[in-house]
């Protein structure tokens, strides 16, 4: 091990460090961060991955410029292999679309905007779904996926599809998929060596790269036609959405040769838009009925909280959020409980630098441990309790606590759609709750516990919940 890394895992030639324990991923963190600190480094084949876990030190390294790029995974270029979009690009490229998306974002979602009111409709009718499985034991449907993945074409497109069109749901099995895949792709990329003792056909099977161009395709397909779409009926004085916006900024700057903008790119981009934005949101909303069908008193004061606010009929906008502390408690409670993307996402070292006093090397992966930072007696009391009440003061306010609080990351990469994700969060919630009583079917216990099939996403696990009408 070269001198002057952070303390951790180093282990083997070729294979790195392979932890020989049943213990999850987020419990070994949380060992190493007992044993070593704040900064300790793991190397997963040859690859030295790097983990922070404290709030500043987070904050230091994703505000320096040479921890900014993401990693460059060969895996991810057989989904877009130039590098372009928001999700996986650097430099001047990357900097342009975060910039251009952020604008969106923020413009297509402003006050009573046709956004807002979007999520407000696909929440009523994910709530008319919900009320056919009421008094039966069943899982979440899956329309909710559907119906965030309709926010985001709404965004996008201006359009949503039926939620019973099987466009939709093929749609929405090609992004699981190719999120699945993404996770298998990069496994080479931690073992490089295996593409010179391997031949490309073996890896090409065994990790799935021979049905990723072929599913990327189909995913590609349903941009390509609606951007195609849109260049036909774009009118420059009514921009409608996202497209329409990113192709009047090609046009504007065609003459330009520093711009980055292509329909290629714009491609790339839809499908980082759908990338973030669907598993995230989705998952969370499924946390906080999980939270809330185990802790039936929290879920009658939201409740009583939400009839208070919005008489049965009427939907939440932004401007109800001061009204609403109590759900916005649960909410935060539960981004901070689930830790949904339990290592963050890792940025890459650009340069030989340090940190925390340590050498860290080109090309060292770096990431925040949402997890362990999340539940750390440093920042948390009793940090595994669901707690609402910690995020009140003591006039009850909302308080948004910040320190220790990282569900978004923090810095110049952080989420680009955390305005629309938290809009999301809150008139979905009080859509659900408004109508439905979520609870545990008699009999049954909710493991809260999550899904051991993924380490780097903290899913929960399918289970039954009982949804009744509320009178
Ligand atoms: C509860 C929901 C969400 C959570 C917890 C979440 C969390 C995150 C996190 C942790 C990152 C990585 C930041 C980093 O690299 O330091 C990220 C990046 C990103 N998110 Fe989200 N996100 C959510 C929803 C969304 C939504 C709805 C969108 C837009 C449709 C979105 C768009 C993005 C984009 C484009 C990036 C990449 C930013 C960049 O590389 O510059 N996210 N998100």
Request: charged share 20%; proline share 7%.
């Given at each position: 091990k070269?001198?002057?890394?952070?303390?951790?895992?180093?282990?083997?030639p070729l294979?790195g460090?392979?932890?020989?324990?049943?213990?999850?991923?987020?419990?070994?963190?949380?060992?190493?961060r007992?044993?070593h600190?704040?900064?300790y480094?793991w190397?997963?084949?040859?690859?030295?991955?790097?983990?922070?876990?404290?709030?500043?030190?987070?904050?230091?390294?994703f505000?320096?410029?040479?921890?900014?790029d993401?990693v460059?995974?060969?895996?991810?270029?057989?989904?877009?292999?130039?590098?372009l979009?928001?999700l996986q690009?650097?430099g001047?490229?990357?900097?342009n679309?975060r910039?251009?998306?952020?604008?969106?974002?923020r413009d297509?979602?402003?006050?009573k905007?046709?956004l807002v009111?979007?999520?407000?409709?696909?929440?009523?009718?994910?709530v008319?779904?919900f009320?056919k499985?009421?008094?039966?034991p069943a899982?979440?449907?899956?329309?909710?996926?559907?119906?965030i993945?309709?926010?985001?074409w709404?965004?996008v497109s201006?359009?949503e599809?039926?939620?019973?069109?099987?466009?939709?749901t093929?749609?929405?099995q090609?992004?699981?998929?190719?999120?699945?895949?993404?996770?298998?792709?990069?496994v080479?990329?931690y073992?490089?060596?295996?593409?010179?003792?391997?031949?490309?056909?073996?890896?090409g099977?065994v990790?799935?790269?021979?049905?990723?161009?072929?599913?990327?395709n189909?995913?590609?397909k349903?941009?390509i036609?609606?951007i195609?779409?849109?260049?036909?009926t774009?009118?420059?004085n009514n921009?409608?959405?996202?497209i329409?916006g990113?192709l009047?900024e090609?046009?504007?700057?065609?003459?330009?040769p520093?711009?980055?903008?292509?329909e290629?790119?714009?491609?790339?981009?839809?499908f980082?838009l759908f990338?973030?934005?669907f598993?995230t949101?989705?998952?969370t909303?499924?946390?906080?009925?999980?939270y809330l069908?185990?802790n039936?008193?929290?879920q009658?004061?939201?409740?009583?909280e939400?009839?208070?606010?919005?008489?049965?009929?009427?939907q939440?906008?932004?401007?109800?959020?001061?009204?609403?502390?109590?759900?916005?408690?649960v909410?935060?409670?539960?981004?901070?409980r689930?830790?949904?993307?339990?290592?963050?996402v890792?940025?890459?070292?650009?340069q030989?630098?340090?940190?925390?006093?340590y050498?860290?090397p080109?090309?060292t992966s770096v990431?925040?441990?949402?997890?362990?930072?999340h539940?750390?007696?440093?920042?948390w009391?009793?940090?595994d309790?669901f707690?609402?009440?910690r995020?009140?003061?003591e006039?009850?306010k909302?308080?948004s606590?910040?320190e220790?609080?990282i569900?978004?990351?923090?810095?110049?990469?952080?989420?680009?759609g955390?305005?629309?994700a938290?809009?999301?969060?809150?008139?979905?919630?009080?859509?659900?709750?408004?109508?439905?009583?979520?609870s545990?079917?008699p009999?049954?216990?909710?493991?809260?516990?999550?899904?051991?099939?993924?380490?780097i996403?903290?899913?929960?696990?399918?289970?039954?919940?009982i949804?009744?009408?509320?009178?």
């Amino acid at each position: 091990k070269p001198p002057g890394l952070p303390p951790g895992r180093w282990g083997l030639p070729l294979v790195g460090y392979v932890p020989l324990t049943t213990r999850s991923i987020p419990q070994q963190l949380a060992d190493l961060r007992n044993k070593h600190g704040d900064i300790y480094m793991w190397r997963i084949g040859t690859q030295i991955q790097v983990f922070l876990h404290d709030h500043q030190l987070i904050k230091e390294a994703f505000t320096r410029p040479e921890f900014q790029d993401r990693v460059d995974f060969k895996g991810f270029r057989f989904m877009d292999p130039n590098k372009l979009g928001l999700l996986q690009s650097n430099g001047e490229h990357w900097h342009n679309n975060r910039r251009f998306t952020l604008r969106q974002l923020r413009d297509l979602g402003m006050g009573k905007s046709k956004l807002v009111s979007a999520v407000q409709s696909q929440s009523s009718l994910l709530v008319q779904e919900f009320k056919k499985q009421a008094g039966r034991p069943a899982p979440i449907p899956n329309t909710l996926s559907l119906a965030i993945i309709n926010v985001i074409w709404h965004m996008v497109s201006g359009k949503e599809f039926l939620l019973t069109d099987p466009k939709i749901t093929q749609f929405c099995q090609l992004l699981d998929e190719a999120l699945e895949r993404l996770n298998l792709l990069i496994v080479p990329d931690y073992m490089p060596w295996l593409y010179s003792v391997l031949p490309n056909k073996v890896i090409g099977r065994v990790f799935g790269i021979d049905r990723t161009s072929d599913m990327r395709n189909k995913l590609y397909k349903y941009f390509i036609d609606d951007i195609e779409e849109h260049q036909r009926t774009l009118d420059p004085n009514n921009p409608r959405d996202f497209i329409d916006g990113y192709l009047m900024e090609m046009e504007g700057r065609k003459d330009d040769p520093q711009s980055t903008l292509s329909e290629e790119d714009l491609t790339v981009l839809i499908f980082d838009l759908f990338v973030a934005g669907f598993e995230t949101t989705t998952n969370t909303l499924i946390w906080i009925t999980y939270y809330l069908a185990s802790n039936p008193q929290v879920q009658r004061k939201m409740q009583a909280e939400i009839d208070q606010v919005l008489p049965l009929g009427t939907q939440a906008t932004l401007q109800d959020r001061a009204r609403l502390p109590y759900t916005e408690a649960v909410i935060h409670e539960s981004l901070r409980r689930s830790s949904l993307l339990a290592l963050g996402v890792p940025h890459m070292a650009t340069q030989n630098t340090t940190l925390g006093g340590y050498v860290i090397p080109k090309g060292t992966s770096v990431g925040c441990s949402t997890v362990t930072v999340h539940n750390s007696c440093r920042y948390w009391d009793k940090p595994d309790h669901f707690q609402p009440e910690r995020w009140l003061d003591e006039n009850n306010k909302f308080t948004s606590k910040k320190e220790g609080f990282i569900p978004f990351s923090i810095g110049k990469r952080q989420c680009a759609g955390e305005s629309l994700a938290r809009m999301e969060l809150l008139i979905f919630t009080t859509a659900l709750f408004q109508s439905l009583n979520f609870s545990i079917p008699p009999g049954n216990t909710l493991s809260l516990e999550v899904n051991p099939g993924d380490a780097i996403v903290s899913l929960p696990i399918h289970q039954d919940l009982i949804v009744t009408i509320r009178k």
